[in-house]
């Protein structure tokens, strides 16, 4: 079946959005896709043409704040206003059970959604999602370069990451201005930050009662808690020649092990 793109008409805690999605039918459970900050539902594009996902249906979005969703008031935005988002998305679009995909903030948008609501997940691949404060090192940079202009810090933000020596973050940087709203920033990052530093995320994360890879990239294979994921019955995912966007760098892999899960996930 052919990608559709839609337009869905939200109001989220009385702030109206207009919300760009992608999605395809098909047979099966669909898949569900969470972008990162700064990023959009292209992302996550090439599902529509990989083999392994052929029939299968799936819906990616864009967050408000980013790429082609408005919203109409940015500062009212956090990691709870994203959730919110994601449930009527959801129920809107007709979905009652899926397999759920999130990067990065998108992660840690599908562990909240995914721990209130975790009869209707199946499965859950959290690429680089916030499960532990040591996460934040992109949002943290609200409170450790702090600005009270919203653009002057977004531009900043953006030459810190393209000067970054991380696989794939010049390639990042090179977009951010065009894919997130400056009065977006701040409310996420916070929100981020807090739930990262005080949300118990990991026992929410290990707590989740489906299967669960956490992915993330070869230059990040020193994160602290992954031997604590394995030990609990979390499937890891280091990808090759990879930082935090293994989406960017090593798609081939990223995709690769994401299809095995899901093949698994579904017996």
Same mark, same amino acid.
């Given at each position: 079946?052919?990608?559709?793109? =839609?337009?869905?008409?939200? +109001? ?42 052929? &029939? ?6 864009? @967050? ?26 959801? =129920?809107?679009? &007709? ?24 009869? /209707? ?6 690429? =680089?999602?916030?499960? @532990? ?26 030459? +810190? ?22 009065? @977006?920033?701040?409310?996420?990052? =916070? ?65 690769? +092990? ?5 093949? +698994?996930?579904? /017996?």
């Amino acid at each position: 079946m052919a990608v559709m793109k =839609e337009r869905l008409g939200l +109001r989220v805690d009385g702030v109206k959005l207009s919300v760009a999605a992608s999605r395809r039918g098909g047979t099966g459970t669909p898949v569900v896709f969470l972008h990162g900050f700064g990023s959009t539902k292209e992302d996550y594009a090439d599902v529509a043409i990989h083999p392994a996902f052929a &029939g299968r249906p799936f819906l990616a979005y864009d @967050a408000p704040g980013c790429g082609e969703t408005a919203c109409e008031d940015l500062s009212r935005l956090s990691i709870p206003f994203l959730v919110r988002t994601a449930q009527l998305v959801l =129920e809107q679009a &007709g979905i009652p059970r899926f397999h759920l995909v999130g990067h990065s903030m998108g992660g840690l948008t599908g562990l909240m959604l995914a721990h209130q609501e975790p009869d /209707r997940v199946l499965s859950f691949v959290d690429i =680089e999602g916030n499960v @532990a404060p040591e996460d934040c090192f992109l949002s943290r940079q609200i409170l450790t370069h702090p600005s009270d202009d919203a653009e002057h810090f977004l531009s900043d933000f953006t030459e +810190r990451a393209r000067r970054a020596p991380q696989f794939a973050s010049a390639l990042y940087a090179a977009s951010v201005r065009h894919k997130v709203r400056a009065g @977006a920033v701040r409310g996420i990052f =916070e929100s981020m930050v807090d739930l990262s530093d005080h949300g118990d995320l990991m026992t929410m994360f290990l707590s989740l009662p489906f299967p669960r890879m956490f992915l993330y990239g070869e230059q990040n294979s020193s994160l602290s808690y992954l031997t604590k994921l394995a030990a609990n019955g979390v499937e890891l995912a280091e990808i090759p020649r990879s930082g935090h966007w293994p989406m960017y760098s090593n798609p081939v892999a990223m995709w690769d +092990r994401i299809a095995d899960f899901h093949a +698994r996930a579904q /017996r």
